[in-house]
């Protein structure tokens, strides 16, 4: 117990002091617009480098990223289902299942899974 007490705060220590050098030596100390600016063939940009960014794209990537891991955590159900008991299984299935669908269906109502709108 005490062994893992000291090699958990050997651990904190020693990333709080990594943490704190990389802090202070990767500040930079002069901001030159320059550096800032975007690079193109050594002249100065024809248009804006910033492209603008559709938000109705990554709220699409960020709920597929949400449900691609709920899908992610259904795969393990297949082999607990040989060590559970069947009635405990399909309620703990199912009821994870309609918690998935009823999220689903919400934003699917709110209209975020539409992409042009």
Known sequence: MWLMLIISSITFTLCFIVMTLAAILSKKTIYDREKSSPFECGFDPSSSARLPFSLRFF?????????????ALLLPVIIINQWSSILSWTSVTIFFLLILLLGLFHEWNQGALEWAT
């Open 59 to 71: 709220l699409i990537a960020v709920i597929f990223l949400i449900f691609d891991v709920e899908i």
